[in-house]
């Protein structure tokens, strides 16, 4: 049987994605490959907004993950990092965005709102083969979108140095000599919005 | 795991992006503003930056991140924010660097608790980390007790101050710190090992008067090197009963100290690899310490020992919360004082632990398998495992920033240099074991890391 030649939603009972909202994801198929549409324009708060002109690059990656029902291992992952700079005397927005390994490509925008969605929605986004899925089977895509997000190793450098900024002595001889505080500050990314889409049976 | 995706995510989107143009446009420097710092000098901030006047910078320019990052590690903000305006020619502009500060005084410690020796011991031990603005910090704390029940016992005082130097870029740091205790420790002269009647103990009364200078160097992002030089005079006053009374037979006590006035100096070097991606409630990552300590008996010192100290951590993430796997082991060799020895308090979590060197309990170590180990108090070896389970409460709210559940279980054992050399005991009483564990809250807030637990609670009070 020839699979990946039909693709619908379907409502599905299924184990329960606890504590993670559902958001209703478009689904279909572009050149042999099921592809998304979704928004994640939520990630973004007015202060976000107003800082999208401070003239430094705004940034956010959306991890995409395809999940078949009922396991939690992905059979396949996409992302799209997207940069947003506003020059200051063009007055002009420029968005970058880079979709796995391809090149990436480069937009203006006259507003901060255009930018935005430019960097947020996700439009026909390529998420596997389709010839990899199996027919009939049920599957979810995860997602999740970062503004701002900084690697784990450097997040993890700067708590250490929180924990035992320079200019101080580790442990010393007459007992703790580390003063323990933690900035909320700093976090994996400056803000997170994740969700699951509803299921979908691959035909 | 999803830590882990999204740093691989970024390193792949940053790898594939680098290799392409520049992106956005770039401006010339023509001034930088800083604002909202009330307290914290202008230049720390300025030489934190590592931007001038005159450079270029672009709109994703790596170096911004950085110096964010550089400043809030400080620990002086709790926020950084970086943004150009135009400046005075096209293709100019001008960086404004807002900051708000933080409360920048820290809780180290509080020293309360009670036992069947000292009726009440209280302190406390402060930091400013940002003194006066420049980045220099300044910490303090003592510890007062009331008179032991131990006969001849004085009560304890104990005040230390410490001073470390501005971060530098170089990452080298250096730091003092001065101590003065007044105290007694507890040796028993009858009954049972595992009573903790002060009637059955007679007190040891010793007076430290000394300092330390330290110098630290960063080697790479996770590891760093510590050396310290130490000197105090220590003047012992021995008690006058000086045997134990095990009604069969009477057998001196040894008291690990040099009567009257000593002086004490010793040099130590400390390697930290610390790879734990948070230091306070890591799930991922290890953190390895490697001490090693010499006293030798020039500079008037009148103690020659070598003591090592191994540590290591382990995390490991499992469910919603993290494993952590934790090892101390410990060697001293030669001719000690007893407050540089292992001390059972601070192996057991069911004991109360030490205060600047001060105890304040005579409760032996609760025996659970029956290893004789309440016999023992101060030995030359000891080592011991733990396994913590941490569990992820809340995150971001409020005051408490972050809080864990934990529970810790773990065996520690503990020998002395005579014991080990003479074996005419079974293994297991030469090397006693016992059990420890441990259950609480650990909580992150503006102002320190507090435990509320099991272990703390009945390391307070007699039970």
């Not at chain 1, 909202?21 to 490959?33: E, I, K, L, N, S």
């Not at chain 1, 998304?36 to 324009?41: A, D, K, L, R, T």
């Not at chain 1, 997040?155 to 505080?181: E, I, M, Q």
């Not at chain 2, 032991?148 to 005040?159: C, E, F, I, T």
């Amino acid at each position: 049987m020839k699979r990946g030649a039909v693709i619908a939603s379907a409502l599905v009972a299924t184990t329960v994605w606890a504590a993670t909202p559902v958001r209703t994801t478009g689904f279909g198929q572009r050149g042999g490959a099921l592809v998304i549409s979704v928004g994640v324009q939520d990630l973004f708060q007015a202060p976000d907004l107003e800082r999208l002109t401070s003239g430094f690059a705004t940034r956010v990656l959306v991890h995409v993950a395809l999940v078949r029902e009922g396991n939690n291992q992905a059979v396949a992952e996409a992302t799209r990092w997207s940069e947003i700079v506003y020059d200051l005397w063009d007055e002009r927005f420029h968005v970058r965005r880079t979709d796995g390994a391809a090149v990436p490509e480069v937009r203006d925008a006259a507003t901060a709102q255009e930018a935005l969605t430019l960097a947020t929605a996700l439009v026909a986004f390529p998420v596997a083969p389709l010839p990899g899925l199996q027919a009939g089977a049920v599957y979810r895509v995860n997602v999740r979108a970062d503004l701002n997000p900084l690697s784990e190793e450097l997040v993890g450098r700067v708590r250490r140095w929180l924990a035992r900024p320079a200019g101080r002595t580790p442990d010393g001889v007459f007992g703790s000599f580390v003063s323990f505080f933690v900035n909320p500050k700093v976090q994996d990314s400056e803000r997170r919005v994740q969700f699951v889409s509803q299921p979908v049976v691959v035909r | 795991m999803r830590a882990l995706i999204l740093a691989v995510a970024v390193l792949a989107a940053t790898r594939a992006v680098a290799q392409d143009e520049p992106f956005g446009p770039s401006y010339v420097l023509e001034a930088i503003e800083i604002r909202g710092n009330h307290k914290t000098e202008t230049g720390l901030i300025r030489r934190e930056l590592g931007l001038e006047v005159g450079e270029i910078v672009r709109a994703a320019d790596p170096r911004v991140d950085e110096a964010k990052l550089r400043l809030l590690s400080l620990g002086y903000f709790l926020n950084v924010n970086f943004s150009l305006s135009r400046g005075g020619q096209r293709g100019g502009a001008v960086l404004v660097v807002e900051v708000e500060e933080r409360g920048t005084v820290i809780i180290n410690a509080i020293h309360l608790g009670t036992s069947d020796a000292t009726a009440l011991w209280g302190g406390l031990d402060l930091a400013e980390t940002n003194f006066l603005g420049r980045g220099i910090s300044l910490g303090g704390g003592f510890v007062e007790s009331t008179r032991p029940k131990v006969a001849g016992a004085d009560p304890a005082r104990a005040l230390t101050v410490r001073a470390a130097g501005p971060p530098s870029v170089s990452g080298l740091s250096l730091g003092a710190q001065l101590l003065y205790s007044r105290g007694s420790e507890f040796f028993r002269a009858a009954g049972p090992s595992d009573s903790a009647a002060p009637g059955d103990f007679v007190a040891l009364r010793t007076r430290r008067v000394g300092g330390a200078l330290g110098v630290g160097l960063d080697l790479s992002a996770s590891t760093r090197l510590h050396a310290e030089g130490r000197y105090e005079a220590v003047d012992a006053k021995l008690p006058g009963i000086r045997s134990r009374d095990d009604q069969a037979t009477l057998r001196p006590i040894i008291f690990p100290i040099h009567e009257g006035v000593s002086h004490l100096s010793s040099l130590s070097a400390t390697l930290d690899i610390d790879t734990r991606n948070d230091p306070v409630l890591p799930s991922r990552g290890g953190r390895a310490l490697i001490t090693f300590q010499a006293s030798l008996p020039v500079a008037t010192s009148h103690y020659l020992f070598g003591k090592g100290v191994l540590q290591g951590s382990r995390y490991f993430p499992i469910g919603k919360g993290a494993l952590g796997l934790h090892g101390f082991g410990g060697a001293l060799f030669g001719d000690a004082p007893y407050f540089e020895q292992f001390f059972v308090g601070d192996l057991n979590l069911l004991l109360p632990q030490r205060a600047y060197g001060l105890n304040f309990s005579t409760q032996p170590s609760r025996d659970l398998l029956g290893t004789g180990i309440a016999e023992h108090r101060y030995d030359a070896y000891a080592t011991r495992a733990l396994v913590e389970y941490a569990l992820p409460l809340w995150r971001r709210h409020g005051f408490v920033y972050r809080a864990d559940a934990f529970v810790a279980f773990g065996a520690f054992a503990m020998a002395s240099g005579d014991d080990l050399r003479v074996r005419d005991r079974p293994f297991r009483e030469v090397v006693p074991v016992d059990l420890t564990a441990d259950l609480g809250l650990r909580l992150d807030t503006p102002v320190g890391i507090f435990t509320v637990s099991v272990a703390n609670a009945l390391g307070r009070i007699p039970f």
